[in-house]
Nanobody
């Protein structure tokens, strides 16, 4: 069982930056691939970024390539999402996700564990 707690959401102006963090419970954190999804009002939860257990493999949605980066610290059981050049279309609840299979962290329906989410609001 993995418990995930996100932090770092808030209100930011367009063009600004935010850093989201996710703290995970458990002693086997490095065995899980980690990812971030987001869900805007009235829309489906969508994939944003994922990182494998060692941190050597990363993948981003086309909509955030070049603006967002993902990293993890296995000693601290944390994964972070650095978001730069934010625009109003990035407004959503952002969810941390964990899965034993890196490949599953591309589709929300396949994810094993979810955090409760943190709201990011980007004003124009």
């Amino acid at each position: 069982q993995v418990q995930l707690v996100e932090s770092g959401g808030g209100l930011v102006q367009a063009g600004g930056s935010l850093r989201l963090s996710c703290a995970a419970s458990g002693r086997t954190f490095s065995s899980y691939a980690m990812g971030w999804f987001r869900q805007a009002p009235g829309k489906e939860r969508e994939f944003i970024a994922r990182i494998n257990g060692s941190g050597g493999l990363k993948h981003f949605a086309d909509s955030v390539v070049g603006r967002f980066t993902i990293s993890r610290d296995n000693a601290k059981n944390t994964v972070s999402l650095q978001m730069n050049t934010l625009n109003p279309e990035d407004t959503a609840v952002y969810y941390c996700a964990a899965d034993s299979m890196y490949g599953d962290l591309f589709r929300a329906s396949l994810v094993d564990y979810w955090g409760k989410g943190t709201l990011v609001t980007v004003s124009s």
